[in-house]
């Protein structure tokens, strides 16, 4: 619904990739680990829930969670069906750290996930030694793992870093030396955690490719680890902060990698008002408190080589992109469409009953800006159980006339439970 301008301090919750990776190779070390500021999502407590059934022991200690791992080999067949809810995180690189384990488990999801490609993961890991049984490389299905797995040197079709760590978590298992060739570098969190983890990840650069090699079998070692805060998470209020008027808001502790700040060098490029303060570092990632003021916004033509580094804040950049002065062309996002739903398409319907003016192309969205009047408003919108759908529309509301109603909040819990909790009190 609209509201007031946002301002004051807040911060979002734990990164979700960062958050994943560190319960499975604290669940792969031997000894007790400490994960600070971790994602309390369902998505991630569904690889910690997981990575329990396998033998890894997590709970939560006040503030804190505490993993004794097993270390690398050392995970149990589970006995009952790993449960990933709609997590395409946990199955996928739950799929790598199975493949070079010799025991057979078998994978499920909900509704939403259960449409969701896993061919991509299953081919290199296939190549590797393990085997699947699914109808049509969905899930539900089964993982057969190879011990002693196969190393193997494999070029990425498309940039994904969720292949490319399925591959990697295969390896810590796995005699000899595994290479993973990015044409495109995507997000490195798992690079730069293993490192911290005790494992030799060796990554050249040339040509514009990335090689990522590990030699396994790995050891891991324990590892405390302080989650930084979400950027994807954190993208929603920097697009709301930029639209809605008189807000002036600092967004705490936001993770800045590299690999994944797109939406932030995008939306400048637009014209945002976006202030970078103490930046840092935190268990080897790049941090700042992030001041965004509210600011006209301009149109842009995004360039396709920027995707892979905000794959999944094309939604809300979309909302922002319908508020500009201008028109505002992307390309290149073929990927959107395997997402929990077909975000091109979703978001252009949800936009279009909300007031916008959207054209949707095979590869992206043309976006002719209202250039800062505030859209009609309306709906309900179909969420298609997909958060990011769900919280791009919230903010579309902030910055219309009669508010956006949505079908459904609840998918918002898998990524951002106090979403709008956060929300009400950045608008009070």
């Not at 829930?49 to 270390?71: E, F």
Request: aromatic share 4%; glycine share 10%; net charge negative.
């Amino acid at each position: 619904m609209p509201a007031g301008p946002l301002k004051g301090r807040i911060r979002v919750p734990g990164d979700k990739s960062i958050s994943h990776r560190s319960l499975m190779f604290s669940a792969l070390a031997v000894g007790r680990s400490r994960i600070e500021g971790l994602l309390e999502g369902e998505d991630v407590l569904a690889t910690a829930a997981a990575l329990r059934m396998m033998g890894a022991t997590i709970v939560q200690d006040g503030g804190a969670w505490i993993v004794d791992g097993v270390g690398v080999g050392g995970l149990l067949e589970p006995d009952m069906p790993l449960d990933m809810g709609n997590s395409g995180t946990s199955a996928r690189l739950l799929m790598g750290l199975l493949a070079s384990h010799g025991f057979r488990a078998s994978m499920i999801g909900d509704a939403s996930l259960s449409k969701r490609p896993m061919g991509r993961v299953t081919e290199p890991l296939s190549q590797m030694g393990a085997s699947f049984q699914s109808a049509d490389w969905r899930l539900p299905m089964i993982i057969e793992g190879a011990h002693p797995a196969v190393p193997i040197e494999y070029r990425l079709p498309v940039a994904s870093a969720q292949v490319k760590s399925a591959i990697l978590l295969a390896a810590l298992n796995t005699p000899g030396t595994t290479t993973v060739i990015e044409p495109i570098p995507t997000r490195d969190h798992t690079e730069r955690m293993l490192r911290g983890f005790g494992v030799d990840v060796e990554v050249e650069e040339s040509a514009g490719e990335r090689r990522i090699a590990i030699t396994g079998p790995c050891d891991l070692k324990p590892c405390d680890v302080m989650v930084p805060g979400d950027p994807s998470s954190a993208a929603f209020f920097a697009v709301a902060a930029s639209l809605v008027p008189e807000s002036d808001l600092v967004i705490e502790n936001v993770g800045l990698n590299p690999t994944r700040d797109g939406i932030y060098r995008v939306l400048e490029q637009m014209g945002a008002n976006i202030d970078y303060l103490d930046r840092r570092e935190v268990g080897g990632e790049p941090v700042a408190d992030l001041r965004v003021r509210h600011a006209k916004l301009t149109g842009v033509t995004v360039d396709p080589a920027i995707a892979p580094s905000m794959i999944d804040e094309f939604p809300v950049l979309f909302v922002a992109a319908a508020l500009a002065e201008g028109t505002t062309v992307t390309s290149g996002l073929e990927e959107l469409r395997v997402k929990e739903s077909d975000r091109l398409s979703a978001m252009a319907a949800a936009l279009g009953a909300a007031g916008a003016t959207v054209e949707e192309n095979d590869d992206g969205l043309t976006i002719h800006g209202s250039g800062g009047v505030a859209l009609a408003g309306g709906g309900p919108v179909a969420t298609h159980l997909d958060h990011r759908i769900a919280m791009s529309m919230a903010v579309a509301g902030l910055a219309s006339r009669d508010g956006v109603a949505v079908d459904s909040i609840d998918p918002i819990a898998t990524s951002f439970p106090n979403f709008t909790a956060l929300l009400d009190t950045a608008t009070r």
